[in-house]
């Protein structure tokens, strides 16, 4: 799997193209495929290029969606390798991209809705996506 998500990313790198990669990513992190796979191949996708999620955000609303699908009991033990999968990032980049996952934007689009950083909601989900960027808690 992670062969497959680096061979994603260089095609995508190639021009390959938003949509197909956007059909590449949302198969590879369907419900479908186990997390341990999923997660597998994000890291090869992501190799030193994580900051393709941060000028693209269709694919960080695929990654999204893919996260919040996975079971509670499976998180735990996927956590390292996600956390891989985000190393290539550097301090910056890594705020830019939790900004961008916890839906702060300069605007919304109508009917949007997003969670604010002072709700329950966000404060609960923080620490984890802070530990998944490898931030402090």
Same mark, same amino acid.
């Not at 191949?41 to 994580?50: I, M, N, P, Q, V």
């Not at 695929?62 to 390798?81: C, K």
């Not at 999968?85 to 809705?113: C, I, K, Q």
């Given at each position: 799997?992670r062969l497959?998500?680096f061979?994603a990313r260089?095609? +995508?790198?190639?021009?390959?193209?938003?949509?197909?990669t956007a059909?590449?990513l949302?198969?590879a992190?369907?419900?479908?495929?186990?997390?341990?796979?999923?997660a597998a191949?994000?890291e090869g996708?992501?190799?030193?290029?994580?900051?393709?999620?941060l +000028?693209?955000?269709?694919?960080?609303?695929?990654?999204?969606?893919?996260?919040?699908?996975?079971?509670?009991?499976?998180?735990?033990g996927?956590?390292p390798?996600?956390r891989?999968a985000?190393s290539g990032?550097?301090?910056?980049e890594?705020? +830019?991209?939790?900004?961008a996952?916890?839906?702060?934007r300069?605007?919304?689009?109508p009917g949007?809705t997003?969670?604010g950083?002072?709700?329950?909601?966000?404060?609960?989900a923080?620490p984890?996506?802070?530990?998944?960027?490898?931030?402090?808690?």
């Amino acid at each position: 799997p992670r062969l497959r998500g680096f061979a994603a990313r260089k095609l +995508h790198d190639g021009g390959g193209g938003v949509d197909v990669t956007a059909k590449r990513l949302s198969r590879a992190l369907s419900p479908a495929i186990p997390p341990t796979d999923a997660a597998a191949w994000l890291e090869g996708f992501l190799d030193d290029a994580g900051r393709l999620l941060l +000028h693209d955000q269709p694919l960080l609303d695929l990654l999204d969606s893919w996260l919040r699908q996975i079971p509670a009991e499976d998180l735990d033990g996927l956590l390292p390798q996600l956390r891989r999968a985000f190393s290539g990032l550097d301090r910056m980049e890594r705020r +830019h991209l939790l900004n961008a996952a916890t839906g702060v934007r300069a605007t919304d689009a109508p009917g949007v809705t997003t969670i604010g950083r002072d709700s329950a909601a966000f404060q609960a989900a923080l620490p984890l996506l802070k530990t998944l960027l490898g931030m402090s808690a």
